[in-house]
């Protein structure tokens, strides 16, 4: 949690907003690999591609 409030000062004082959806998306794409990769759900994530 410290690394995400870290990387939410940054995005404020540099105003670095745009890159908060790139950083979003990975953060989700990676979350989807994780959980396709090691359980009985990957069935049904690989059919969503």
């Known amino acids: 949690m410290e690394f995400l409030s870290d ?3 940054f995005l ?3 105003k670095k907003y745009w890159l908060a ?5 990975l953060v989700i794409l990676s ?7 090691s359980s009985a759900v990957s069935s049904l ?3 969503l591609f």
């Open 21 to 25: 959806p790139i950083i979003i998306f």
């Open 45 to 47: 994530i690989y059919t």
């Open 12 to 14: 404020s004082e540099r």
């Open 31 to 37: 979350i989807l690999f994780l959980i396709g990769s």
């Open 7 to 9: 990387m939410w000062q």
